[in-house]
């Protein structure tokens, strides 16, 4: 009779533990573009990259060659939204918010509820309708001033601009673009590469031109690959 207590019991457990959002694994995870996987403790935290302590080691990660990081004991809501929101599908990330609750974040490294809130903020600001836009575009802007050593301030940049393009507000757009200048040769490239595109949809063809002419002549090193594949596009 004890042992069908103690299995019952266990089964129940297991099912709770089935049913949550998310389980503490006990370490962050920070995947790269080219599919290498750290799993360990984030030691530091920064728009330019990330050092990740993985087994005793300090493995340091550029902002541009990161795919995915993973907090320790994100709910998986949140992992999906932030999913779709790289996928530029607003609609579908805050759907999955939904689904997570204050509990969720309660007790959680502060870093998973700012991240919860950028993901939050962004995907409002690319799916407002003209009623909304500029609500949500000023909490981005004040989530950029509040965490501008975030490793969401250069995404943040470019979809704070590309909300700004949409609300005609070119000259400010330009600058949130321009915020990516402060980061390596890629990011650099895609900034001037973001405001030609701006000069464009303005019909300002030769400023626009001249703007792409600048991203080419970047500096970069040969093994770059972040550059060359912001070049190439």
Not at 143 to 158: I, M, P
Not at 173 to 196: D, F
Request: charged share 30%; aromatic share 8%; glycine share 8%.
């Amino acid at each position: 009779m004890r042992y069908e207590t103690f299995f019952r019991r266990a089964g129940v457990f297991a099912v709770a533990l089935m049913s949550c959002h998310a389980i503490a694994v006990g370490y962050d995870t920070v995947t790269t573009l080219d599919g290498t996987t750290y799993r360990g403790e984030l030691v530091s935290v920064a728009p330019d990259g990330i050092d990740i302590e993985e087994r005793g080691v300090i493995r340091k990660v550029s902002i541009v060659d990161i795919a995915d990081l993973a907090l320790d004991g994100e709910p998986d809501p949140l992992r999906d939204a932030r999913r779709f929101l790289r996928r530029r599908d607003p609609g579908a990330s805050i759907e999955e918010l939904t689904k997570v609750s204050p509990e969720d974040l309660k007790g959680l490294d502060p870093r998973v509820r700012e991240e919860y809130d950028f993901v939050r903020i962004a995907a409002n600001a690319l799916n407002a309708d003209a009623k909304s836009v500029e609500e949500w575009e000023q909490q981005l802007v004040q989530f950029l001033q509040k965490n501008a050593r975030s490793h969401r301030f250069y995404e943040g940049s470019v979809i704070l601009g590309d909300v700004q393009a949409r609300m005609g507000k070119f000259g400010e757009a330009a600058a949130s673009y321009g915020n990516l200048e402060r980061g390596p040769p890629a990011l650099q490239i895609r900034s001037a590469t973001a405001r030609a595109s701006l000069l464009m949809g303005q019909g300002k063809f030769p400023e626009a031109i001249t703007q792409f002419k600048a991203a080419k002549k970047i500096t970069t090193s040969e093994d770059d690959t972040a550059s060359v594949r912001q070049k190439l596009e």
